[in-house]
């Protein structure tokens, strides 16, 4: 027993000395652990957990204005060297639907002009050229092959007409495919111009001819009158031909007189300064006979002037002629047929280097 209080004496004394003293070092620390390992229940050797220090406040500078609002926590910049996110592959949503119509196949173009004359007095050229009607149209060339839809730019022009021009119309060699309403005239100088879309898919497969044909179903005489044309045209394939050879034909018809036409029967490329042409000036289908033909370069024959005259022939022409050598710019071939009241004219715009 006076073992027991000697050693309770000794452990009260250092409790008395440590909370005096300042931290215990490692000798009086290992006293008390092992003193608080056989006496757990001590209040000295309750662990408690220390008070947490308290945050020291921010600079002046960095205290944020009492009216500022609270800042969003920005989420950190990717550095140089972090890898860019893919950029996102468009979805094939993006392009236009797909339609049933192809479309147009590139074709190099054409420009050519068709005209009908009447003078029911008579036509003396250049001086005497009666009333007209023009239809120009800028067409797909003879050769290269096309299919689906083609947009076609038109003129349709009246000069001293006394009736009105109505319609137009395409077809094909047999058959109508398309016509459009206009309403142009009487005039003494007029034009109607605008765009058209031509479906070639409608039309047969080879080289199939195109006629255009301005109408007028009736002038101041009660009677009809209209040009068309004989133009070349591949469609999807150049064969069968409708037409041997180059053909580019101008056709004016007259009730009561059939056609009267002018022919081209060489390739366009051969309508060039110095070039030499095949023309065939003579009736057309039920047409009258030929009193008057010619080919001209740069005529103005509605005021008079008839231009650089290739040839004149009293009655119809087939042969060649050479066109002169030409200055730089545009120009026009000028071919026609005339059974003295009724003429066809075609028209070869072309230009010299």
Request: aromatic share 6%.
């Amino acid at each position: 027993m006076r073992a027991i209080a000697a050693a309770l004496a000794a452990i009260l004394a250092l409790a008395l000395v440590a909370a005096a003293a300042p931290p215990p070092d490692d000798a009086v620390a290992i006293l008390w652990a092992d003193f608080c390992e056989r006496k757990p229940e001590h209040p000295k050797c309750q662990t408690t957990t220390p008070p947490p220090s308290p945050t020291p406040s921010p600079p002046a500078s960095a205290t944020p204005s009492p009216t500022s609002p609270p800042t969003a926590t920005a989420s950190p910049s990717p550095s140089a060297s972090a890898t860019p996110a893919p950029t996102p592959t468009p979805t094939a949503t993006a392009s236009p639907a797909p339609t049933t119509t192809p479309p147009p196949t590139p074709t190099t173009s054409v420009t050519l002009e068709s005209q009908a004359w009447w003078r029911l007095a008579g036509l003396d050229i250049p001086s005497e050229t009666g009333q007209h009607v023009h239809l120009r149209a800028t067409v797909p060339a003879d050769g290269p092959v096309i299919d689906g839809k083609v947009v076609v730019p038109v003129t349709v022009t009246l000069h001293n007409q006394t009736g009105k021009a109505t319609s137009f119309r395409v077809s094909d060699g047999s058959t109508v495919k398309q016509s459009w309403t206009i309403d142009l005239g009487p005039c003494a100088d007029c034009s109607w111009s605008g765009f058209v879309t031509v479906d070639f898919s409608t039309w047969g497969t080879g080289r199939r001819e195109m006629r255009w044909t301005a109408n007028i179903p009736t002038n101041d005489e009660g009677n009809r009158q209209y040009q068309s044309t004989g133009w070349q045209v591949c469609h999807i394939t150049c064969s069968p031909s409708y037409r041997s050879g180059p053909w580019i034909e101008a056709r004016g018809w007259y009730e009561g007189h059939g056609y009267a036409i002018a022919r081209l029967t060489s390739g366009i490329e051969s309508v060039r300064s110095g070039g030499t042409v095949s023309v065939s000036l003579k009736p057309g289908s039920g047409g009258d006979a030929t009193v008057f033909s010619a080919a001209y370069i740069d005529p103005a024959l509605h005021s008079g002037d008839d231009g650089i005259v290739l040839g004149t022939w009293n009655g119809q022409y087939v042969g060649s002629v050479t066109l002169p050598v030409l200055p730089s710019g545009p120009h026009r071939l000028v071919l026609l047929s005339s059974d003295g009241q009724n003429a066809g004219v075609l028209v070869v715009p072309f230009v010299v280097p």
